[in-house]
């Protein structure tokens, strides 16, 4: 809760300039560390004190121009925080509460938003991709140049102002740095698996791609009983990581025969491989390693410019699928309590994927260690 509004309407927040952007950020500063002036929420617009923060690829991306967005532009997109004020016509959401971002305004009530399919909601990718709120334009400002909102929630900030339709209210005994990843990871992960995989008890699932959003699938899967879970990545460290956190078997994808191994130990090939990596020899990889009649899901967000070559006739004679998996196939604010549910349960243990934390200030360090692979969640603390 601020002291007072007026404080909270000017607040430090990690502001992208420019992109693409070279590596090692700790040296070259992508983002820099700005005072913002925020206006006053909106209608149907929320103030969030944010707690915490967690670094995902989908930020990288957005630095290291994969994902090509409006600038300046204040990234940040997992994270959990308290609500601050209420702009007008808010209902369900008091001052006090607390709350996880999510990454996709539904509208609720867009032809997708009335078939529960919160991920596509019309408006929702209009303004996520201009950069600006649900309700149009946007809040935050320096001097008198606009600042971006990433995808309507902008979280490596002290505050930030969003849409009552970006947040999902929670109970208030999980701990906001514990609840930042239900908003990005665990959403993203957890719910290609059981949502857009729709992962049965017994069945055999492979996760390729062992960052924060394949190790909650990964996790996902164990919790919704499947039978075998195969961790493919090429980072051996992560393949460790893995095991640790439950994975049936472990396969490093360089290794020639890999494809075969997992078809050996699954007798012919996985029901469900779920991509999480973001490149197209994941995908290929988990194409090859899925049974005929199973399903390949990709739930990375890869540069434009990767196309795919698959044989159009094994998709018909062997009876495949191929699915896109969006927000977790789902419905954040129905999936999200059952997630943390599962949590509090012991049985989605998402805490074990935070593996470092900071402050703001050093935001871009942490960012190298993302990239590095030497962290698989970093959580910012604000206080
Ligand atoms: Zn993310
Ligand atoms: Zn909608």
Do not use: W
Not at 135 to 161: C, N, P, Q, T
Not at 298 to 318: D, H, K, Y
């Amino acid at each position: 809760m601020p002291d007072n509004i007026s404080e909270a309407r000017e607040c430090r927040s990690a502001v992208l300039h420019n992109s693409p952007v070279e590596r090692p950020y700790a040296k070259t500063r992508p983002l820099s560390l700005d005072t913002l002036r925020l206006d006053p929420p909106g209608t149907d617009e929320v103030l969030v004190k944010i707690v915490a923060a967690g670094l995902c690829h989908s930020d990288l991306s957005v630095m290291n121009g994969d994902r090509p967005r409006p600038t300046p532009m204040a990234l940040g997109h997992e994270a959990a925080g308290i609500v601050a004020e209420c702009g007008p016509g808010v209902k369900n959401l008091a001052v006090g509460d607390h709350v996880i971002m999510v990454f996709m305004p539904s509208c609720g009530h867009c032809a997708p938003c009335a078939e529960g399919r919160a991920a596509l909601c019309e408006p929702g990718a209009v303004s996520n991709n201009k950069g600006e709120l649900l309700g149009g334009g946007v809040r935050m400002h320096i001097g008198d140049e606009a600042v971006f909102h990433h995808v309507g929630v902008s979280a490596f900030s002290e505050y930030a102002v969003v849409s009552a339709r970006s947040v999902v209210k929670i109970d208030k005994d999980l701990p906001l740095d514990k609840a930042a990843v239900f908003g990005c990871a665990v959403l993203t992960g957890m719910g290609a698996v059981v949502n857009t995989a729709g992962v049965r008890p017994g069945q055999s699932v492979a996760i390729v791609g062992l960052g924060g959003v394949g190790l909650s699938g990964l996790l996902g899967a164990l919790a919704a009983g499947a039978a075998d879970v195969i961790a493919v990545d090429v980072d051996d460290s992560k393949l460790e990581f893995a095991k640790e956190l439950g994975a049936t078997a472990t396969v490093n994808s360089r290794d020639e025969d890999a494809v075969d191994r997992i078809k050996a130990m699954t007798g012919g090939g996985v029901h469900s491989a779920v991509e999480t990596a973001g490149v197209g020899p994941a995908f290929d990889f988990a194409y090859n390693i899925t049974r005929r009649g199973g399903q390949t899901v990709t739930a990375s967000l890869a540069n434009p410019s990767v196309n795919l070559a698959i044989q159009q006739v094994r998709i018909v004679g062997e009876e495949r699928t191929i699915r896109g998996s969006y927000l977790g196939g789902g419905v954040p604010s129905r999936d999200i309590p059952r997630y943390i549910a599962l949590y509090k349960r012991g049985r989605l243990p998402v805490d074990r994927l935070i593996t470092s934390s900071g402050p703001l200030d050093d935001i871009n360090a942490a960012f190298d260690l993302l990239a590095e692979g030497k962290t698989i969640r970093h959580i910012i603390r604000m206080d």
